[in-house]
C-alpha cells in the first residue's frame, strides 16, 4: 500500500491524467478507508477527500488507524495539493465520488446512503443501505479481484466496517446483514486480524482525541453544515440557544432531551436521551427548522410541519452540498464563531 501511495504523488507530479476516488468532506474513518482501498483496487491515483493537509490532525481516528498499520500521512495526496477544476478542464479529470457530488468528470458512484443521482452508461452507480461503505468496497474487491487483499489492506476495510456499525451490535441500528457477512468473510480469510471489540474501543478512544487541539479545532473535528438561506455549522461542543425548542418538540425523531445547567446564559446544554438519534438524524431537524423561518428570521407554524412531515432520510456524512470541482466553504476562525455566539447571546436577552 504505502508504494501504491508513493505512486500516486509520482503520477501526479508527472502530469498526466488522473482518475480521483474522491470521498465526503467529513474524511471519517469509513470515507477515507473507502477511498484509499477502491483507489487501491482500480490501480489510479487517490485524493483525500479533505481540503487542506492541515485538517488532517482533526481527524485522530485516521491518523491512529494508519500508523497502527505503518502508513505514514505523509504519503497521502490532499484535496488542495491538486487542482481539480484545471484538470477537468484540460479533460484529464476522472472521478469516482459519493452520488452527493455531480460533475462532468464522474464516472462512477460508489456509496451507502439514498441515492441522489441516477446511473448512466457512462457512470455506474453502486447505492446500498449498508452501514458502510467500506462494506460495498469489501464486496466489490472479493468479488472482482481477491488476490488483492492483504493482512494490512483487510485490516483498513475491517476497521472501517467495525467502527461504522458501531461494533456490530443490532442495538445500535447501524448494521445490516451484509456488513456482518463481509465482516466475518474478512475474519475467516485473516485470521490474525485484532478482536472486534479491542479494535473497536481503540479506534473510539482515538476518535474522540482531542489533546493537543485548541478551541477553534475542537469545533471543526466533525463538525457538519447545513444551508438553507441561512449557513448553520453544528459541532460535537454546542447547540445554539435559537435551535433548542424546536429540538425539544422534535418527534420524527424524538431526541428525549434533559435539560442540563450550562455554564453561559446564551448556551442551552441537554441530556439527549434517545442515543440512536445521531447527529446524521439530528441535521435533517435543523434543516426544516431553518426552512420554516420566514423573511424576518421569525419562525413559522412549525408544529403543523412536523405532523405533516415524513421520517427524515439520514444523510449523508457530510451534509456540505456542492461538487468537488468547486471552492468549498470558507475557513472559519475562532474569532468568527466567538462573534456568532455573542451575537447569538444578545439576540437572545431581548
Known sequence: MEEFLSSCQRAVQAGSGVHVVLGNEACDVDSMVSALTYAYYLSKVRVQPIRRESDFVLR???????????????????????????????????????????????????????????ASPTCPVTVEMVGSCATLVTERIIQKAPEILDQQLAQLLYAAVVL???????????VTPKDSQVAASLESRFPALPPRGALF????????????????????????????????????????LEVSSYLERARNPALNLCPISSPHPHITAYEQGNSLASR?????????????????????????????????????????????????????????????????????AH
Open 60 to 118: 485522530s481516528d485516521n491518523v491512529f488507524l494508519l500508523r497502527q498499520l505503518s502508513l505514514s500521512p505523509e504519503h497521502l495526496l490532499f484535496r488542495d495539493q491538486l487542482d481539480l477544476r484545471a484538470l477537468h478542464q484540460e479533460g484529464h479529470l476522472r472521478l469516482t465520488v459519493p452520488h452527493h457530488m455531480n460533475a462532468g468528470a464522474v464516472v462512477e458512484v460508489i456509496d451507502h446512503h439514498l441515492l441522489e443521482r441516477e
Open 164 to 174: 461504522d456499525c458501531v461494533n456490530m451490535a443490532p442495538s445500535a441500528g447501524k
Open 201 to 240: 474501543n481503540t479506534l473510539q478512544s482515538a476518535k474522540f482525541d482531542v489533546s493537543g487541539l485548541n478551541t477553534e479545532q475542537m469545533l471543526l473535528k466533525d463538525m457538519k453544515a447545513v444551508s438553507e438561506g441561512l449557513n448553520l455549522a453544528v459541532s460535537v461542543l454546542y447547540i445554539t
Open 280 to 348: 446524521k438524524k439530528l441535521l435533517p431537524i435543523v434543516k426544516d427548522f431553518l426552512k420554516g423561518r420566514d423573511g424576518h428570521g421569525h419562525l413559522g407554524d412549525m408544529e403543523d410541519e412536523e405532523e405533516e412531515s415524513q421520517v427524515p432520510p439520514t444523510p449523508m456524512n457530510s451534509l456540505v452540498e456542492g461538487c468537488p470541482l468547486d471552492d468549498g466553504l470558507p475557513h472559519i476562525s475562532a474569532h468568527d464563531l466567538e462573534e456568532k455566539f455573542s451575537k447569538m447571546g444578545a439576540r437572545g
